[in-house]
Each structure stands twice: as C-alpha cells, then as structure tokens.
C-alpha cells in the first residue's frame, strides 16, 4: 500500500481546495489515501508526490478528471428529500407559471451527479404543466464536475430498485424496462435534461439569462465556510428575483449575512 506523508496530503488538499472548492480536513488522509491506491498501482507510481507531479503536466485532464472522480462522493437517490420537490410542484411551479411572462422557465441543477435529482425535477415539471407544456421551454439544466456521472446520466438507465420509490405513474409512464434489473427513461423525459461539465469554483458564471430554480444540495458540505460564501453569493447574482435556492438539508446558510430570505428548513428566496 502507498501511504501517504502530511506534506503530500497538504499539496494534494491544496490543489483541490483551490481548482473545486472541496475542503479535504485532516481526518480525511484515510479515506484519500484508499481512495486513490487502485489509481497509484495502476500507473505505476510508488509515492503521491510523482502522482501530483503527473497530475500538474496532464495536458488532456485524464488525470485530474480522475481525481476528482475518486475524492467526491456522488451519493444521491430519487426523490431524496423530498419535501423540496412537494414544495417545487405545489408551491414554485405555480408561483412560476403566474409570473413568467416569456415561457421561457429556468431550472439549474447544479451538482446533477448520475442524473436522479434533475430528472425528478424533469417529471414534476412534464405533469405539472400537462398538455400546456408545448408552449414552454421547460429545459432542465444539470451539470457537474465528473464526467463520469454525467455519462450515467445521459444514459437515463437505472435499476428498477433506484427508481422504485417513484410513485407508479411515474414508473408506468416515464420508464421503459430493458431486462429484469433496469429500466430506461422516455426519451421525453431525457430530453428535457440539457447535462454539462462544470466547475462551480470557475470565477465567471457563462450563463446569459438567470435562473428562476437552483438546487445545489449536498455539496457545500464540502467547502469552508468562505468557498460557501461566495457560491451563494454568485447564486443570488445568476438568479431573477422571486427565485428559489434549495439546498441541501444538512446545510445552511447564514441569515444574518445572506441576502436570500429564510422560506423553510433549506429552501431561501431571492426577494
């Protein structure tokens, strides 16, 4: 087993605190060090110094994409949480499809891991909106830092187990079964999901209009308490006015320093 010394466990921490805002704790050398052990064996390198030596001079970004496939942890279900989607259908849907004027609905998912939470957001907006939805363009945006869950999401095919707490009319009419284990989602669902690598620590956000809907939940779990700041900060500017934050259940933000308002226990409001 290659270990790891405190110097080299600061250089890697570093480096991926300052490309993807993931604050790596000292606690955590473990787990890095597991993690990427098969990755060092595989290439041949016998210390973590020559691997963060080959990181830095990978032109193409292999090596990189790798790591951060390895240290993040892209964990997420249909309907987690799923007082937020209740609250999405019943409460921000309707507030939308009230006030915007163009048709033009703005929905970002933007830590979209292997594709479950932006294509629930896909189904509550296809019922909501029913037979009026050919007047809208309801394209669900979805990125993430791993293009290997992204893969996994473009795809649209899940075992029937991930999708069995959907409810039946869902599974009936959104899902198609490829053999006794999985299933694949209609293509007018798939669709409905626009997927892109993205960095959310990129200094300039590339998008020309704001968002009526983020979700980034469960990832500022991961940054320091600044790093978490200033995405928020960057949120409230990439988004119109009565939008909708939704976060993570086991995060927060600051209400006495935010500028969204409190709605509920991790949902905010760009008022």
């Given at each position: 087993?290659?270990?790891?010394?405190?110097?080299?466990?600061?250089?890697?921490?570093?480096?991926?605190?300052?490309?993807?805002?993931?604050?790596?704790?000292?606690?955590?050398?473990?787990?890095?060090?597991?993690?990427?052990?098969?990755?060092?064996?595989?290439?041949?390198?016998?210390?973590?110094?020559?691997?963060?030596?080959?990181?830095?001079?990978?032109k193409?970004?292999?090596?990189?994409?790798?790591l951060?496939?390895?240290?993040?942890?892209?964990?997420?279900?249909?309907?987690?949480?799923?007082?937020?989607?209740?609250?999405?259908r019943?409460?921000?849907?309707?507030?939308?499809?009230?006030?915007?004027?163009?048709?033009?609905?703005?929905?970002?998912?933007a830590?979209?891991?292997?594709?479950?939470?932006?294509?629930?957001?896909?189904?509550?907006?296809?019922?909501?909106?029913?037979?009026?939805?050919?007047?809208?363009?309801?394209?669900?945006?979805?990125?993430?830092?791993?293009?290997t869950?992204?893969?996994?999401?473009?795809?649209g095919?899940?075992?029937?187990?991930?999708?069995?707490?959907?409810?039946?009319a869902?599974?009936?009419?959104?899902?198609?079964?490829?053999n006794?284990?999985?299933?694949?989602?209609?293509?007018?669902?798939?669709?409905?999901?626009?997927?892109?690598?993205?960095?959310?620590?990129?200094?300039?956000?590339?998008?020309?209009?704001?968002?009526?809907?983020?979700?980034?939940?469960?990832?500022?779990?991961?940054f320091?308490?600044?790093?978490?700041?200033?995405?928020?900060?960057?949120?409230?500017?990439?988004?119109?006015?009565?939008?909708?934050?939704?976060?993570?259940?086991?995060?927060?933000?600051?209400?006495?320093?935010?500028?969204?308002?409190?709605?509920?226990?991790?949902?905010?409001?760009?008022?």
């Amino acid at each position: 087993m290659v270990t790891i010394t405190e110097k080299e466990f600061k250089q890697l921490a570093e480096f991926i605190k300052a490309n993807y805002g993931i604050h790596l704790k000292e606690e955590k050398q473990t787990l890095v060090t597991g993690r990427l052990q098969n990755v060092l064996m595989h290439a041949g390198f016998n210390n973590f110094t020559d691997y963060y030596k080959y990181i830095l001079n990978d032109k193409r970004g292999d090596a990189v994409v790798t790591l951060v496939d390895k240290i993040t942890t892209n964990h997420t279900f249909f309907m987690r949480e799923a007082d937020h989607f209740y609250f999405f259908r019943d409460k921000v849907l309707p507030y939308l499809a009230n006030t915007i004027k163009d048709r033009d609905l703005r929905i970002w998912c933007a830590a979209s891991s292997s594709g479950e939470e932006s294509y629930t957001l896909a189904m509550i907006i296809d019922e909501f909106f029913g037979n009026e939805k050919a007047g809208w363009d309801t394209k669900v945006l979805a990125t993430d830092i791993s293009e290997t869950v992204l893969d996994i999401a473009r795809k649209g095919v899940y075992s029937n187990e991930r999708i069995a707490p959907l409810p039946s009319a869902w599974k009936a009419g959104y899902f198609r079964k490829l053999n006794a284990e999985n299933s694949i989602l209609a293509d007018k669902i798939r669709n409905e999901v626009i997927y892109r690598k993205f960095n959310l620590m990129d200094s300039v956000f590339p998008f020309r209009k704001k968002f009526h809907t983020i979700f980034c939940r469960n990832v500022m779990i991961y940054f320091d308490n600044q790093t978490k700041t200033d995405l928020v900060n960057r949120f409230y500017d990439q988004m119109e006015y009565g939008g909708y934050l939704f976060i993570g259940h086991s995060e927060s933000l600051n209400r006495e320093t935010t500028r969204f308002k409190y709605i509920m226990p991790a949902v905010y409001r760009k008022e």
